[in-house]
C-alpha cells in the first residue's frame, strides 16, 4: 500500500518558521504529482503548494514564504514555511497523484485530483 506520513507541525509565533515533512513509502516521489493541502476549522480544503520533477506552484499567499521540495533518495517531501502568520494555522495534508497535475494551477485544486492522502500534521501559529 501507498502511504504517507507527514510529520513536522507545531505551534510557533507569528513570524516563526516550521518545515514539514512527508515520507513516501511504495511509491517514487519522481513519479508523482505531489502537493501539500491545508485545511482550517470551518474553511474548505485549500492547495498550498504542488511540485513535479523540479516544476513548483504555490497559492498566493504563500508566495515567497513557503518553499516545497522533495528528496527524490529518500522518497521525501518537504515544505518549509517562514515568516508564519495566524492565517496560516490548519492541519496541513501531502497528497500524491498518479496523473500529471501542473503545479502552476495547486490554487485552483480541490484536492478531488489527488488519490493518496496523509493523515495531516496540525500546525497553530499566534
Known amino acids: 500500500d501507498v502511504q504517507l506520513v507527514e510529520s513536522g507541525g507545531g505551534s510557533v509565533q507569528t513570524g516563526g518558521s516550521l518545515r514539514l515533512s512527508c515520507v513516501v513509502r511504495?511509491?517514487?516521489?519522481?513519479?508523482?504529482?505531489m502537493a501539500w493541502f491545508r485545511q482550517a476549522p470551518g474553511r474548505e480544503r485549500e492547495g498550498v503548494a504542488a511540485?513535479?520533477?523540479?516544476?513548483?506552484g504555490y497559492t498566493e499567499p504563500v508566495k515567497g514564504r513557503f518553499t516545497i521540495s522533495k528528496d527524490d533518495a529518500t522518497s521525501t517531501l518537504y515544505l518549509q514555511m517562514n515568516r508564519l502568520v495566524p492565517e496560516d494555522t490548519a492541519v496541513y495534508y501531502c497528497a500524491a497523484s498518479t496523473q500529471y497535475l501542473s503545479p502552476d494551477r495547486i490554487a485552483q485544486r480541490s484536492g478531488s485530483e489527488y488519490n493518496v492522502w496523509g493523515q495531516g500534521t496540525q500546525v497553530t501559529v499566534s
Open positions: 511504495s511509491i517514487s516521489v519522481t513519479s508523482y504529482s
Open positions: 511540485i513535479f520533477t523540479s516544476r513548483t
